[in-house]
């Protein structure tokens, strides 16, 4: 009577074992599938968590640049990475660069201080076709700029510059307002010296030493003067970090510049006082937030497999970019980075906030301006010197 309840059983026992037996071995399975690294080829496990666009279009300066061999060798490195194909759109000029951003071709650029003055409507960008940018500062490497005489020059500050050949380079507006600016500094203006027009920004180094010029408005590290340093020797006309008045001159030319001090420019022998300024990835604040975190993002996690393609690549690093608000505002989804890193605080967020409310002001100020124009009749050709006349009375 007791067999088959106890066959019954057993059969029972024997299909639970067999049951969680398949159970251990789908979960197994199923732990195994989840752990597989991600297929992207060539990708570190960090690129698992990022994602970027299949394609993108960057804006910059030509081929054969600094700023075009900076690039080439972030996108080669993002596009071995995670497979993003991206394209380049060379230009020599500010207003060439900034165009295919403004169609939305491209969706980040390279920029000078194009960027800067596309912002605040000047120079080139104070034509009707333009007006104030709502553009945003993505990255800001650091580069820096001076004034260099010759080693035996009896120029010995800036304030000596009075009544001495200066060049303004020719049909380069980021150049001469740099100029322009460290004048300022020592309350000189271009009525103060005499002005010498020359085509050639890298050749200034040449122009120095044959006497066409008394000193050079450059990069210190370019190689062009440690060419003529090598020839003659140079030494840089230094800009105090303390004085107060003469920084207040500075930006109230251009706001974006600020004091730096560097040691590794051509003739220097110790730490020198000239000119910082953000060497900016930039793009409109449209841009979306999460992609432009996203590629930050990317750009710091394999920064070791770019940074030695070019010596300056070493200034893109988080720890060395500009990260206070200087001229233009930054980007929502820089913001969000430089947070993660504890590189953003309220003073920052502040500043940013005042330069995006700035931007609010010169919109408004530059579509009252425009209509007042058509009222009066001003041309296309005389409307720049108009709206800065009527800008400098509108925002303060």
């Known amino acids: 009577m007791l067999k088959k309840p106890l066959k019954f059983?057993?059969?029972?026992?024997?299909?639970?074992?067999?049951?969680?037996?398949?159970?251990s071995n789908?979960?197994?399975?199923?732990?195994?599938?989840?752990?597989?690294?991600?297929?992207?080829?060539?990708s570190s496990t960090a690129s698992s968590v990022i994602s970027l666009p299949k394609q993108m279009t960057w804006s910059v300066y030509d081929v054969g640049s600094g700023g075009y061999a900076e690039m080439s060798a972030i996108a080669n490195t993002l596009t071995s990475k995670y497979g993003t194909q991206i394209r380049m759109l060379p230009s020599a000029s500010g207003v060439g660069r900034m165009l295919p951003l403004k169609s939305n071709q491209a969706s980040i650029g390279k920029l000078?201080?194009?960027?800067?003055?596309?912002?605040?409507?000047?120079?080139?960008?104070?034509?009707?076709?333009?007006?104030?940018?709502?553009?945003?500062?993505?990255?800001?490497?650091?580069?820096?700029?001076?004034?260099?005489?010759?080693?035996?020059?009896?120029?010995?500050?800036?304030?000596?510059?009075?009544?001495?050949r200066v060049p303004?380079?020719?049909?380069?507006?980021?150049?001469?307002?740099?100029?322009?600016?460290?004048?300022?500094?020592?309350?000189?203006?271009?009525?103060?010296?005499?002005p010498v027009d020359i085509t050639s920004y890298a050749g200034q180094g040449d122009a120095l030493l044959q006497g066409q010029i008394d000193v050079a408005g450059?990069?210190?590290?370019?190689?062009?003067?440690?060419?003529a340093d090598s020839k003659g020797g140079i030494r840089w006309l230094e800009m105090d970090p303390n004085d107060k008045e003469g920084w207040a001159r500075v930006e109230k030319t251009a706001s974006w510049l600020f004091p730096y001090t560097m040691d590794n420019g051509a003739g220097m022998k110790s730490a020198t006082n000239v000119l910082g300024h953000g060497y900016l990835i930039g793009g409109y604040a449209s841009q979306d937030?999460?992609?432009?975190?996203?590629?930050l993002k990317a750009m710091d996690e394999n920064f070791n497999d770019y940074q030695k393609a070019i010596p300056n690549l070493a200034l893109y690093s988080k720890d060395k970019v500009l990260t206070e608000p200087r001229g233009i505002p930054f980007h929502e989804g820089?913001?969000?980075?430089?947070?993660?890193?504890?590189?953003?605080?309220?003073?920052?967020q502040a500043k940013n906030d005042a330069l995006a409310e700035r931007y609010k002001k010169l919109k408004t100020a530059?579509?009252?301006?425009v209509d007042e124009s058509k009222k009066e009749g001003i041309s296309n050709d005389k409307f720049p010197a108009y709206w800065l006349e009527k800008k400098a009375e509108l925002i303060k």
């Open 112 to 164: 000078g201080d194009e960027i800067q003055f596309s912002f605040e409507a000047m120079e080139e960008f104070a034509k009707p076709d333009w007006g104030p940018q709502d553009v945003r500062a993505i990255w800001a490497p650091i580069s820096q700029f001076g004034f260099a005489v010759r080693k035996d020059s009896d120029i010995k500050s800036i304030a000596d510059l009075k009544g001495k």
């Open 289 to 295: 937030a999460d992609t432009v975190y996203q590629l």
């Open 218 to 227: 450059i990069n210190p590290t370019a190689s062009t003067m440690f060419e």
């Open 26 to 42: 789908g979960s197994l399975k199923s732990s195994g599938t989840e752990k597989k690294p991600a297929s992207n080829k060539g």
């Open 168 to 194: 303004r380079i020719t049909g380069n507006s980021s150049v001469n307002i740099k100029n322009e600016a460290m004048l300022a500094f020592a309350g000189l203006s271009w009525d103060d010296v005499k």
């Open 9 to 23: 059983l057993m059969a029972i026992f024997l299909l639970s074992i067999l049951l969680v037996g398949c159970s």
């Open 366 to 369: 530059w579509d009252k301006v």
């Open 334 to 348: 820089t913001i969000k980075f430089l947070k993660e890193k504890g590189l953003w605080n309220d003073e920052k």
